[in-house]
Nanobody, 125 residues
């Protein structure tokens, strides 16, 4: 079982930026697609962004498109979050799954197998 570890969350004012990181404990991501999801209190876990393991294929939720950027190197996956809004407040989770298709990723949390514990992002003045 691959253990994922998220980091980089915190408290930021509206309009500010944060950079989240997701690392796979003791290994690299290799041929895994990785997705970022978030969950606010009383809400369902929702898709934020995802990236395939090859070809740099990415996808974003409409609510974050143009503000968030997902990227990866061999060891970590990053979520750069700019122009943050109070409605971005949530616990952010990364999920990973090995994929044969280098361009594959999913917007559905059920398709990811390995998960981290989450990192809290709070956007407030």
């Amino acid at each position: 079982q691959v253990q994922l570890v998220e980091s980089g969350g915190g408290l930021v004012q509206p309009g500010g930026s944060l950079r989240l990181s997701c690392a796979a404990s003791g290994r690299t991501f290799g041929n895994s697609a990785v997705g970022w999801f978030r969950q606010a209190p009383g809400s369902e876990r929702e898709f934020v962004a995802a990236i395939s393991w090859g070809a740099g294929t990415t996808g974003y939720a409409d609510s974050v498109k143009g503000r968030f950027t997902i990227s990866r190197d061999n060891a970590k996956v990053f979520l750069q979050m700019n122009s943050l809004k109070p409605e971005d407040t949530a616990v952010y989770y990364c999920g990973a799954r090995s994929a044969y298709n280098s361009k594959w990723y999913s917007r559905n949390s059920i398709d990811y197998i390995n998960w981290g514990q989450g990192t809290q992002v709070t956007v407030s003045s």
